[in-house]
């Protein structure tokens, strides 16, 4: 069975300060790795996503994430916080099983950035 | 681009009601899904729909029901409502295929059953 655990389910952190979002999953399948983003009052953004290729991945608003396929994680990271960063982020696997995407999420992690 | 629409967005319920939430979805996916967003819990899925004609129960389908209208259309009924199944729900599309499984999301029905 796939599983997801996200290991903080809440950050404090000050504006312009790094920050990493720690996910960890377990597969015994191939699995794909997502971050989502759900900013207050409103549903969920696809923040990047890793595939395949380059384990380093890129997404929108400066985040990036690394797939570490031996420690089985896929940690969030952005070196400069903005408060406009403060929203639950949730990890998330996904694979091809019976004839759809089956998609699993983590707890989420509440990001609070301070001023 | 409307992409995944859900209505309404806020209800409230008493104990024993009835209500469907409706969800369209404008980018040609096959499979639909329902979500329900609990704190501390991240999403589970309650109902899926694969394509068009077929559905399938998830993680926590025990109070609910489902019909996938047409291939635009997926929507998730409470037939009788019990405060338990207070919680924000999620629509959501995607195409089923292997390499690129991204999901797209509405933007949530939070519930209330008093």
């Known amino acids: 069975a796939q599983s997801v655990t996200q290991l903080d389910s809440q950050v404090p952190v000050f504006e312009e300060a790094p920050v990493e979002l720690r996910c960890n999953y377990s597969s015994s399948v191939s699995v794909y790795l997502f971050w989502y983003v759900q900013y207050p009052n409103q549903g969920l953004q696809l923040l990047l996503k890793?595939?395949?290729?380059?384990?380093l991945v890129k997404g929108i608003n400066g985040f990036e994430a690394e797939f570490n396929k031996s420690q089985t994680s896929f940690h969030l990271r952005k070196p400069s916080v903005h408060i406009s960063d403060t929203a639950e982020y949730f990890c998330a696997v996904s694979y091809f099983s019976g004839g759809y995407n089956k998609l699993i999420f983590g707890a989420g992690t509440r990001l609070a950035v301070h001023p | 681009n409307a992409g995944v629409t859900q209505t309404p967005k806020f209800q409230v319920l008493k104990t024993g009601q009835s209500m469907t939430l409706q969800c369209a979805q404008d980018m040609n996916h096959n499979s639909m899904y329902w979500y329900r967003q609990d704190p501390g819990m991240g999403l589970r899925l309650i109902y899926y729909s694969a394509s068009e004609g077929t559905t399938d129960k998830g993680e926590v389908p025990n109070g609910y029901n489902v019909s996938r209208l047409n291939k635009r259309e997926f929507s998730l009924r409470l037939e009788s409502a019990a405060p338990s199944q207070t919680s924000v729900y999620f629509c959501?599309?995607?195409?089923?295929?292997?390499?690129?499984?991204?999901?797209?999301f509405g933007q949530g029905t939070r519930l209330t059953v008093v």
């Open positions: 890793y595939l395949s290729g380059s384990t």
């Open positions: 959501a599309s995607s195409e089923p295929q292997v390499g690129n499984t991204e999901a797209f």
